[in-house]
């Protein structure tokens, strides 16, 4: 079993900039493929960037690329996601999750989820 804590979300005006964490308590955290995802109301949830067990391949969803930055370490069991340049329709609730296949990208079937951390974007 894994918990995931996220914390780092806000209010931030469009341009700005964010970090999230995601504290997992599990001594095999660096064995997971780690993503984070985000829910807008109304909205399914999708995935915005995904990272391997190493760290060493990422992957991010189109309309974060260039703007967000996902890294891990495993030394902390931490997880980050740096938001910069955000826009009003990065507004959501932000997931952490965690996955014991080492990397799972486009994909919301992940073993474990923390409860979210709200980010809210204002124009």
């Known amino acids: 079993q894994v918990q995931l804590v996220e914390s780092g979300g806000g209010l931030v005006q469009a341009g700005g900039s964010l970090r999230l964490s995601c504290a997992a308590s599990s001594r095999t955290f660096s064995r997971y493929g780690l993503g984070w995802f985000r829910q807008a109301p109304g909205k399914e949830r999708e995935s915005v960037a995904a990272i391997n067990w190493s760290g060493s391949i990422t992957y991010y969803t189109d309309s974060v690329k260039g703007r967000f930055t996902i890294s891990r370490d495993n030394a902390k069991n931490t997880v980050y996601l740096q938001m910069n340049n955000l826009k009003p329709e990065d507004t959501a609730v932000y997931y952490c999750?965690?996955?014991?296949?080492?990397?799972?990208?486009?994909?919301?079937?992940?073993?474990?989820w923390g409860q979210g951390t709200q980010v809210t974007v204002s124009s």
């Open positions: 999750a965690a996955d014991t296949i080492p990397y799972k990208i486009q994909s919301t079937d992940y073993d474990y």
